[in-house]
């Protein structure tokens, strides 16, 4: 079965940082993209950023939302089995669940993706 | 980025009711458009990846078509398990957006 566990999320200051983890298991990690989406209570869902799989053509690389460049940083550890989403200077507006996803290609060798898997969500609350 | 604006933004519907919800993107976007259902509390789950095809397990009254810069998610014969939100999502840019969310409500 399939599976992603986030969690770190917490009541935070303005101002601080957090780092989010997203544990997935049921199928093998290094062979897929994972993506951070996040919803504000009541709002819709804003898609952060994602991060490829290792390897030639894809290198691990990353694309963000352009509204929240510079703040987010998704990482992998295909060692371990787990992502990272890390926020710095965090901002109320930031205030959210945030989703890791599994994104898998159209096909071998697209380089566009659909989000099969979710998470349940982690609660990130930023307020002083 | 690519805008995506989804209509309407609520719908009401009967059971058996046949109902569409349109997302238009803001340039053309080559069929990387995915549907997503959210039942309050849940996270989402997929529904229609690549506009057309099925996630397993989707049941056949849930359809995607179009193409372009239009695109639209038909369900024939709502079923008291579909009131949820629906959002679209495009893929086609390497800044992934998402419409705004079309709640499907009883009437």
């Known amino acids: 079965e399939v599976k992603l566990v986030e969690s770190g999320g917490d009541l935070v200051q303005p101002g601080r940082s957090l780092r989010l983890s997203c544990t997935p298991s049921g199928f093998t990690f290094g062979d897929y993209a994972l993506s951070w989406v996040r919803q504000a209570p009541g709002k819709g869902l804003e898609w952060v950023g994602f991060?490829?799989?290792?390897?030639?053509?894809?290198?691990?690389?990353?694309e963000y939302a352009a509204s929240l460049k510079g703040r987010f940083t998704i990482s992998r550890d295909d060692s371990r089995s787990i992502a990272y989403l890390q926020i710095n200077s965090l901002k109320t507006e930031d205030t959210a669940v945030y989703y890791c996803?599994?994104?898998?290609?159209?096909?071998?060798?697209?380089?566009?993706?659909?989000?099969?898997?979710w998470g349940q969500g982690t609660l990130v609350t930023v307020s002083s | 980025d690519i805008q995506m604006t989804q209509s309407p933004s609520s719908l009401s519907a009967s059971v058996g009711d046949r109902v569409t919800i349109t997302c238009r993107a803001s340039?053309?976007?080559?069929?990387?458009l995915n549907w997503y259902q959210q039942k309050p509390g849940k996270a989402p789950g997929l529904l229609i990846y690549g506009t057309v095809s099925l996630q397993s397990g989707v049941p056949s009254r849930f359809s995607g078509s179009g193409s372009g810069t239009d695109y639209s998610l038909t369900i024939s014969g709502v079923q008291p398990e579909d009131f949820a939100t629906y959002f679209c999502q495009q893929t086609y840019s390497s800044s992934w957006t998402f419409g705004q969310g079309t709640k499907l409500e009883i009437k």
């Open positions: 996803t599994r994104s898998r290609t159209y096909y071998p060798g697209s380089n566009s993706y659909y989000d099969d898997y």
């Open positions: 340039q053309a976007i080559s069929n990387y």
């Open positions: 991060i490829r799989r290792n390897g030639p053509g894809f290198g691990g690389t990353t």
